[in-house]
C-alpha cells in the first residue's frame, strides 16, 4: 500500500513535469524523490512517469492516477484539519438538556455564546425536567444540562449559571387579595399549585423546605411538573404559583406578578465527571465563566 508521503512527491512532479523544480517544492533533494516515486509505481504495480526523455511525462496510467491521487491528498489534509478542530472544541457536536424555566432566558443566550464562539458545531436540545435530564446525563445522552441545583451522585458535577430572584404568581381576579409586597408567609392556607415531587424535585425539595422553616401551609391543590402548565392553571384561577423570574416572559392573560421576599434560586450547569467532549471542556473552560461573571 502506498503512503501520503509517496503521493505528496507523485503530485509535486506531475505538476510540475520537472523533478528539481519538484524537490525544491517538497524542500527535499532528488535523490529521495526519485525513490519516493519509484517505491509508489511498485506499490500500484504500473509505471506512472515517463522518464524516457530529458523531459517528464505522464503515462496514461499516471494521468488516470493524478486526479485520484489529489483527492487522496486533499480528503487527508481535510480529515488532519477536522481532527485538530474537534480536539480545540471548534467542530463537532453538543447535546445539551434544559428545563423550560430555563429555555426562556438562559438557553438561548447560551446557544448564542456558543455559536460565536464555534460557529461550525453541532447542537441537540432537549427540554426535559430535572430528574429526567439527570438520567439522560447518566445515559450518556446528553453532555450537559440547564437544571436547578439540588444534591447529584459523585460522577456528576453542577457549577453555577444562572442565579434568579423568585415571582409570585397569582389569578388576576384575586390580585387584590394578596400582598403587594408578598412574603412565604401570606400563602399560608391559600390554594396553592406545587412542583411536582417527582418530575420537579429540586423545585419541590426547595420550596418545601423553606415552607417548613418558615411554619407555612399552603392548601395544594394540584402537583404540576412543567411550569408552563402551571401558569395555565393559575391563569385559570385554580390558585397561585411560585416560579423564577424568567418564567414572566411566558405572556399568559390573567396572571399578576410579583416579586417575592425569598431566598433566589439558582441555574446550574450539569455534566458527567468523565465526559471528555472537547466543546463541553471549551464550553466549561471559556464561555460558562462569563455567565457567572454576569457579563
Known amino acids: 500500500m502506498f503512503e501520503i508521503s509517496q503521493l505528496r512527491c507523485f503530485v509535486a512532479v506531475a505538476e510540475e513535469l520537472h523533478f528539481s523544480r519538484a524537490a525544491e517544492r517538497l524542500n527535499m533533494t532528488q535523490p529521495p524523490l526519485s525513490r519516493q516515486i519509484q517505491l509508489l509505481e511498485h506499490n500500484v504495480g504500473a509505471q506512472l512517469l515517463d522518464r524516457s526523455s530529458r523531459v517528464v511525462r505522464l503515462t496514461a496510467a499516471g494521468k488516470a492516477f493524478l486526479p485520484e491521487a489529489a483527492r487522496i491528498l486533499r480528503l487527508s489534509e481535510e480529515a488532519g484539519l477536522m481532527a485538530r478542530r474537534v480536539a480545540r472544541g471548534e467542530q463537532g457536536s453538543l447535546a445539551i438538556g434544559f428545563t ?46 440547564l437544571m436547578r441545583s439540588h444534591v447529584l451522585q459523585s460522577d456528576l458535577i453542577s457549577l453555577p ?13 384575586e390580585a387584590d387579595t394578596w400582598p403587594e409586597q408578598p ?6 392556607q391559600r390554594h396553592f399549585i406545587m412542583y411536582s415531587p417527582y418530575e420537579a424535585r429540586p423545585f419541590y425539595q426547595m420550596l418545601s423546605a423553606r415552607f417548613e422553616r418558615e411554619g407555612v401551609v399552603p392548601d395544594v ?27 414572566a416572559r411566558l405572556q399568559f392573560d390573567g396572571i399578576v406578578y410579583r416579586r417575592i421576599d425569598t431566598e433566589p434560586v439558582n441555574t446550574v450547569c450539569t455534566y458527567r465527571r468523565n465526559n471528555e467532549n472537547p466543546i463541553l471542556q471549551l464550553f466549561i473552560r471559556e464561555i460558562l465563566p462569563t455567565f457567572q461573571a454576569g457579563r
Open 161 to 173: 449559571i444562572k442565579t434568579e430572584g423568585m415571582l409570585l404568581a397569582v389569578p388576576e381576579g
Open 100 to 145: 423550560s424555566a430555563s429555555g426562556y432566558t438562559l438557553l438561548p443566550e447560551v446557544v448564542r455564546r456558543l455559536r460565536e464562539r464555534t460557529p461550525s458545531i453541532a447542537l441537540t436540545l432537549k427540554e426535559l425536567v430535572s430528574t429526567s435530564q439527570v438520567e439522560a446525563l447518566n445515559a450518556g445522552q446528553l453532555d450537559m444540562a
Open 221 to 247: 391543590v394540584e402537583h404540576i411538573g412543567q411550569v408552563h402548565t402551571m401558569l395555565a392553571l393559575v391563569s385559570a384561577g385554580i390558585g397561585a404559583a411560585l416560579v423564577s423570574e424568567a418564567c
Open 183 to 188: 412574603t412565604l408567609a401570606c400563602l399560608h
